[in-house]
C-alpha cells in the first residue's frame, strides 16, 4: 500500500478585487462653524454636512476653505559654527524664509477636536448612527441640538457619558 504524506491541494478559487477598507470621498471631514448665540459659545463640528444635517433641523454647509499660499518670515542674522570645534563662528546675514500654509494639512491620522456619536432612539421613526468631532464645549453642542435636532437621539460624548436630546421647540409643534 503506498500512501501518500502530502496534503491534498486546496481547489482553485476565483481571485477577486479588494476593495481599500478607507475610501477617502466616503469620509468628508468638513467643518462646520455654529456661531455663539446668547450664552452658547461658537462650535466648530468636523464631519459630513449631510449626516449633520439629517439630524439638525438648521440646514449647515461646509466652512469655505482658503487654498494653499505661501508665507514669508524674516530670519534675523545670526553666528553658527561650522563643527564642534570650530573657535571662529561664522556670522550669518538677515534673509527671508518661505513656507508654505495649507488649511487642509493633517498632521499622521489624528482626527481634531473630542469625538461624539449622534443615534436616533428606539422611538424615532428611523434609526441612524452617525459619529462626528467637536471643537468646543460640550455643554454648548447639547445646547444646540436641544433647540434643532429633527429627532428624538443620543449623544455619546468623548467621556462615555449617554445624553437623551428631545425634539427642539420648532420640530415638536
Not at 446668547?38 to 439629517?54: E, M
Not at 449623544?155 to 420648532?170: F, P, Q
Request: aromatic share 8%.
Amino acid at each position: 500500500m503506498d500512501e501518500s504524506t502530502s496534503l491534498p491541494t486546496p481547489p482553485k478559487t476565483p481571485t477577486m478585487a479588494i476593495e481599500p477598507r478607507f475610501n477617502a470621498e466616503l469620509y468628508n471631514a468638513s467643518r462646520i462653524t455654529i456661531p455663539a448665540e446668547g450664552g452658547r459659545k461658537k462650535l466648530v463640528i468636523i464631519g459630513d454636512p449631510r449626516n449633520w444635517n439629517f439630524f439638525c433641523a438648521t440646514e449647515a454647509t461646509a466652512d469655505d476653505v482658503a487654498g494653499k499660499s505661501n508665507g514669508q518670515k524674516s530670519v534675523k542674522g545670526h553666528q553658527r559654527r561650522r563643527g564642534p570645534s570650530d573657535t571662529t563662528p561664522v556670522n550669518v546675514a538677515q534673509s527671508t524664509a518661505e513656507y508654505l500654509i495649507d488649511p487642509t494639512l493633517k498632521s499622521g491620522n489624528a482626527l481634531p477636536g473630542k469625538g461624539f456619536i449622534l443615534k436616533t432612539t428606539p422611538g424615532a421613526d428611523t434609526q441612524e448612527k452617525r459619529a462626528f468631532q467637536y471643537v468646543g464645549r460640550s455643554l454648548d453642542l447639547i445646547e444646540y441640538l436641544d433647540e434643532n435636532v429633527n429627532y428624538e437621539c443620543y449623544i455619546y460624548l468623548e467621556n462615555g457619558a449617554r445624553h437623551t436630546i428631545k425634539l427642539g421647540d420648532a420640530q415638536a409643534g
